[in-house]
């Protein structure tokens, strides 16, 4: 058993890098995909996913593989559609969905172009599916990084954000926070999904955000409950992918979130709170009640 | 006493169009005064353009001394998203958002007024439950518990016992006559005639324009309703009708 799971990383240190820095994305990403899920947004991740592309590409073309160069053009690009959408929404009757869906696709037409006509199909590979086996000194830092400022952000701006969730037109009508909110919140999912990417790559960083924080629902009732369950599902699901990578020679990327989506299935059918079993359970025990009644 | 509010020829509406026009009225402080009106007579359209998320296209509303940080409202059919995961206390406690702001300690005082008002809308023993969990009923006592803790000067209701059980409606009926005689100001829009004969003093009557407004017996009359009826009526239809006939 030991060997199984836990020499790989005593023996490899690119597989405690790699680990370090999966850890490091689900602090920081999870509770923002539980917030992504309770403001019924799930898919807002994977739109802000694809348009920080033309960002990352733009610094590759700077600066080469440099982390900074990258990390800093995916932050621009996402904020630009975050703003862009938010601008649009409330400047016209269009709706933030359809705004954010058309700056995001530009964006991402951009990004490809960007990637196809400048760059090797390793690259292309390199930001669609990251390398978080190689993941160096100034990445981990950055990653750890992100992660202390997400989950500090997250913690300072945590009131005004259930509420902006809950209840947005009781927080506009008590204060001048609700876009300010809103506009913070837009900005964590960025800079997860920047981060992210450099170890999962712009598609499965969304997984990580988003998976771990869906299967949360069928275990917890309350948010500290749906974020704490959410980030061990999310570390364990990066353990696991790992081993799995590392023992069957997978991608480690998507063995991490196949890993995490494995879970969700577990959780959907077996979950203690509306899980399909428990839902079941509940029902037929209804059934037999009524029966018993019959007699 | 001195006015709350003064509507200056006060003229509301969605993209360029008037869902008020010209109300030039003045509602009293501490009156506790119900708007009544038939279906797309501009009641909600009138409560927003007071809270001041709807600019006005013409005129204007005067407050006085009273600043919008003092105007509680709960709006018809609450926007509030019953699914998500928050409790009742959660809920009333959100109440406190004046006093305490983003980042304020709750602290022992305080979590005692949240308790004083989840008792006084007779919550009692629901302070940890969903609020997905709660009826019709108690969801709205739990609302009515938040604007409690609001401690407005200015209460604003939209269709507050719409969906609301009748044992509830009396206990919030009880709530808003206390806040009468504490002196605040308070505006409810209704449908319920009876209701309104029974509890409120005062009645504004709109069908995109005044029709009446003063004591209750005075504007809630059969002849009024009529010509509230005919004049929401004569303006359904295509815009360029309303401005013919009002001419």
């Not at chain 2, 809308?121 to 609302?143: D, K, N, P």
Request: with cysteine; net charge neutral; aromatic share 6%.
């Amino acid at each position: 058993m030991w060997e199984l799971f836990v020499q790989p990383f005593i023996d490899y240190g690119f597989m405690r890098r790699a680990l370090i820095g999966c850890i490091a994305i689900s602090v920081g990403a999870t509770p923002v995909g539980v917030f992504l899920i309770l403001r019924r947004m799930s898919l807002t991740g994977d739109a802000m996913a694809h348009a920080i592309l033309p960002g990352a590409a733009i610094g590759y073309l700077i600066s080469g593989l440099s982390i900074g160069a990258m990390t800093i053009g995916g932050m621009i690009a996402g904020m630009a559609v975050a703003l862009l959408s938010g601008f649009a929404t409330r400047l016209t009757s269009v709706r933030e969905d359809a705004s954010l869906a058309s700056f995001y696709l530009i964006s991402l037409a951009l990004g490809v172009l960007i990637v196809s006509t400048r760059g090797s199909n390793i690259d292309l590979m390199h930001v669609l599916f990251g390398t978080v086996l190689a993941l160096d000194d100034v990445a981990l830092i950055m990653l750890c990084v992100i992660a202390s400022f997400s989950t500090l952000t997250l913690a300072c701006a945590f009131r005004p954000l259930v509420l902006e969730c809950a209840d947005p037109n009781f927080l506009r009508s008590v204060s001048r926070l609700s876009a300010l909110t809103h506009f913070i919140f837009l900005m964590l999912v960025v800079i997860n999904l920047v981060g992210g990417f450099h170890a999962l790559g712009t598609l499965m960083a969304v997984g990580i955000m988003i998976l771990p924080a869906a299967s949360a629902r069928f275990w917890a009732l309350s948010i500290g409950g749906l974020i704490l369950i959410g980030v061990i599902l999310a570390v364990l699901s990066s353990w696991i992918g790992l081993l799995l990578s590392f023992h069957l020679s997978l991608p480690s990327g998507p063995a991490i979130i196949l890993v995490a989506g494995i879970m969700y299935v577990i959780s959907l059918a077996f979950g203690s709170i509306d899980g399909i079993r428990t839902n079941m359970l509940r029902r037929s025990s209804i059934n037999i009640r009524g029966k018993l009644n019959e007699l | 006493m001195t006015p709350a509010i003064d509507f200056q020829n006060l003229t509301l509406g969605y993209d360029r169009h008037p869902a008020v026009s010209g109300l030039h009225t003045k509602i009293k402080a501490g009156s506790l005064t119900a708007i009544v009106g038939p279906n797309g007579a501009g009641k909600t359209t009138l409560l927003k353009g007071l809270t001041g998320t709807l600019m006005p296209l013409k005129g204007k509303v005067l407050l006085g001394s009273l600043s919008r940080e003092n105007i509680a409202y709960l709006p018809q059919q609450s926007e509030i998203d019953r699914s998500f995961p928050l409790s009742v206390i959660d809920i009333v406690a959100m109440g406190l958002w004046r006093e305490i702001g983003a980042f304020g300690w709750l602290g022992k005082e305080r979590s005692l007024r949240v308790d004083a008002a989840i008792a006084s809308v007779g919550l009692t023993g629901f302070e940890t439950r969903a609020i997905g969990s709660l009826s019709g009923g108690q969801m709205q006592r739990a609302l009515f518990a938040r604007l409690l803790l609001q401690n407005a000067e200015l209460v604003l209701l939209d269709e507050p016992f719409v969906s609301v059980d009748s044992r509830t409606m009396a206990d919030l009926i009880e709530l808003i006559q206390s806040w009468h005689i504490e002196g605040r100001t308070v505006i409810a829009v209704l449908h319920d005639n009876d209701l309104v004969r029974k509890h409120f003093p005062d009645t504004l009557m709109l069908a995109r324009q005044l029709v009446g407004h003063g004591p209750t017996e005075q504007v809630l009359t059969e002849e009024n309703q009529f010509r509230a009826r005919q004049m929401c009526e004569a303006c359904e239809g295509p815009p360029h009708v309303c401005g013919r006939d009002a001419a």
